[in-house]
């Protein structure tokens, strides 16, 4: 695939120090010298527990503000708490923990979370948080608060993902797994806290990830194999994926962006069965990502750089984040702007944040 990589340097102190940089970045063409536009890596943030950041993900609300109606919030998840940033300079905006209670004693790991559809009132932020208990929180950004708590009484099942629907407000959809290793699919009515559907997706199978069709009502549950499609809870087909993998993502109905268990990254078309490798085959990827408009696709490696693709001009982005320490990429999305911000988290519990330079007209 010809394409212009362009590898974009922080400052070499913006790791170590752990602090908020605006260095600007120089950025060099591996294939000639022509001048690109610049990217900042405009901050970085610690967070206050050591360990793997698990997911950072993105939401778009509105902001009150006339010159800039919209803001995106990110979230995270590490151990026992999520937090809650501010798009415009990663400013903490809300953060949760998992506490004990009179009843329970062990505190429980957050182990999948989710932005919830709020429809139509753009004002307001909800996340849902996941724990290794089965117990789905339903959380208010604005008021900090829990507003739900949503599981099954009966039965005891581990959630292995969670997904909000994008045609459905206040839905969210989770797939658990119970001790026989039976893996199951709810969704549930975040209002009224009741069950809306429930099914079985397989009797054996380690199930990794649970997400909708693009503009569908399709839900997909995937293992590193294949994936399995469902219409109102019936299965309506299987589809055996090309490669092992350990994460897929839909970039539009028909294509599929894997994440191949050797570490690399291909763009799978579900109608002519064929795959198109992405980003230098030379890479060890360890997360990859979709922008909410399907046109980019981004991807982390194990030594701290990002890149960027823009799918109809195949023009590649190289993003590295510090010259002085590598570290893991765990996860990474677009802000809704993309591909203007990428925010990925990394192994150590930092988050990093790439912004897009826009010329002044």
Known sequence: MASNVKRIKAGPDALANGDDTSNEMEMKSAENDKTWEKYQLSHVIRENKSGSLLEVSSFKVRSGDEANPWRDLYLTVQATQANVYDGR?????????????DHVTKVEDICACCWVNVGKDENEAIVAIGSTDGVIQIISVAECRVLMRLHDKDVTRTIVDLCGSKREPYTVT????????KTYV???DVVNGVKKMSFLVASKGEYRRVQYVPSRETIVASTNSEIALFDRGVETSRIELPSKCTDVKFVS???????????SCCLYDLESKTKRNVFPNQLYLTCITVSPCGKYIAAGDDTGSAYILELDSSEESALQSSKVKSCFMTSCCFGSDAPNQL????????????????PAT
């Open 253 to 263: 109905r028909t294509m599929l962006l894997l994440h191949q268990e050797s570490g």
């Open 186 to 188: 709810d969704t549930w």
């Open 89 to 101: 300079h990663l400013d903490l905006a809300a953060h949760f923990t998992n506490a004990t209670s």
């Open 343 to 358: 925010v990925c988290s990394s192994a150590d519990g930092t988050l990093w944040r790439w912004t897009k330079n826009i």
């Open 174 to 181: 989770c797939m658990s797994e119970d001790t026989e290793g």
